[in-house]
């Protein structure tokens, strides 16, 4: 299989680096082979060959901070914008990672549609293509009979979104709730063993939770488009943040945090989504409360079903090689179905 990156950041480079080190594991296990025949980033270049990049090489550029440290080899073109890489390049599926744009979604949505119109499929992380172009894209996938996948777009490679499309199919969902911002979540763990809020975020930066701009996770907006993204996957539903109440955590201060351990509870960023509707917001929960023990950047979420009651995930949400994870879970499904050129 051959893959196309946009964006190669913390998340790209984590499914690089998976795809490197169990390269052996994936051919002997399911007789599947990735090549990453082009990577399109916004200030470090741009590299396409079509028979494949050296994944390794290609890597220790990206560590140095620009691509351009890639060695020149026969065939390799430098410097082609994101949408000729859609278009152009010879990849069977589009991965598109680039910082999601929780504005408009653009312009991964248009470089989504120009990769189905170019004959390949399409993975995801990127929620803002998801927020505003959900219908749009799927509709655009069906048309050119090819997959539109996003399980590292909602609790990075912990399976949340396959759980409730696939393995839950049959049962009626009428609620997902839970954590599912990992920033946050350390954030508030870190403040809880009295780290400052100022250097819990520094830290979720450091360690790639946080997106490119933090606003979007501590204010909970990236929350709420991990909500909008499940109301589409398990409801068909198209919520959008006007019609949402969505608040974050960046007014909760040291002394909240203390008063909620006296009353022995814990503050948690909690989303929900129901087919009515969606929301976001600090909850306070007793520390008996099954979401009050996920610490860290670890998500949560109870899906509520007809036939099982209340089915509960808790896996990792954030982080490049959890993330790359979710990605090659994707392309492992494109590769078992068959439809990859
Ligand atoms: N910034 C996100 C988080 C990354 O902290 O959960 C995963 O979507």
């Known amino acids: 299989?051959?893959?196309?990156l946009i964006g190669f950041g913390v998340v790209g480079q984590g499914l690089a680096q998976i795809l490197l080190d169990k390269a052996d594991d994936l051919q002997a296990r399911y007789g599947f082979e990735a090549q990453i025949v082009a990577v399109a980033t916004r200030s470090r270049g741009s590299l396409m060959h079509p028979s494949g990049l050296d994944t390794a090489a290609l890597l220790a550029a990206a560590g140095s901070g620009d691509l351009a440290k890639y060695s020149d080899q026969p065939g390799l073109a430098r410097g082609a914008s994101a949408m000729t890489i859609a278009r152009e390049s010879a990849a069977d599926v589009l991965i598109e990672v680039s910082p999601s744009n929780l504005t408009d979604g653009q312009p991964a949505i248009e470089l989504?549609?120009?990769?189905?119109?170019?004959?390949?499929?399409?993975?995801l992380a990127n929620k803002g293509a998801l927020l505003h172009g959900y219908a749009r894209l799927n509709a655009?996938?069906?048309?050119?009979?090819?997959?539109l996948l996003f399980e590292a777009s909602v609790m990075a490679g912990t399976p949340s979104l396959r759980l409730g499309m696939q393995a839950l199919a049959g049962c009626t969902i009428t609620q997902a709730r839970g954590i599912v911002n990992g920033t946050t979540n350390y954030i508030l763990t870190q403040m809880e063993g009295g780290l400052s809020y100022a250097d819990a975020l520094a830290d979720a930066q450091r360690l790639g939770y946080a997106e490119t701009d933090p606003t979007a996770d501590v204010e909970?907006?990236?929350?709420?488009?991990?909500?909008?993204?499940?109301g589409a996957a398990l409801f068909g539903k198209q919520f959008a943040f006007a019609d949402m109440s969505v608040r974050g955590?960046?007014?909760l201060t040291p002394a909240d945090i203390s008063a909620a351990a006296a009353a022995g509870e814990r503050w948690k960023l909690i989303a929900e989504v129901t087919p009515a509707g969606a929301s976001v917001a600090p909850m306070r929960l007793p520390i008996t409360h099954?979401?009050?023990?996920?610490?860290?950047?670890?998500?949560?979420?109870t899906i509520t079903t007809d036939l099982l009651g209340d089915?509960?995930?808790?896996?990792?949400g954030a982080g490049g090689i959890q993330t790359g994870f979710g990605l090659l879970s994707d392309l492992l499904e494109i590769h078992r179905t068959g439809q990859a050129r």
């Open 249 to 251: 955590i960046s007014q």
């Open 112 to 123: 989504c549609e120009a990769a189905f119109t170019s004959g390949k499929h399409v993975v």
């Open 290 to 301: 099954p979401l009050s023990g996920v610490a860290g950047a670890t998500n949560a979420l």
């Open 1 to 4: 299989m051959k893959i196309a």
């Open 311 to 316: 089915v509960t995930l808790i896996g990792k």
């Open 220 to 230: 909970g907006w990236d929350a709420a488009a991990k909500a909008v993204i499940l």
């Open 140 to 147: 655009a996938a069906r048309a050119a009979g090819k997959h």
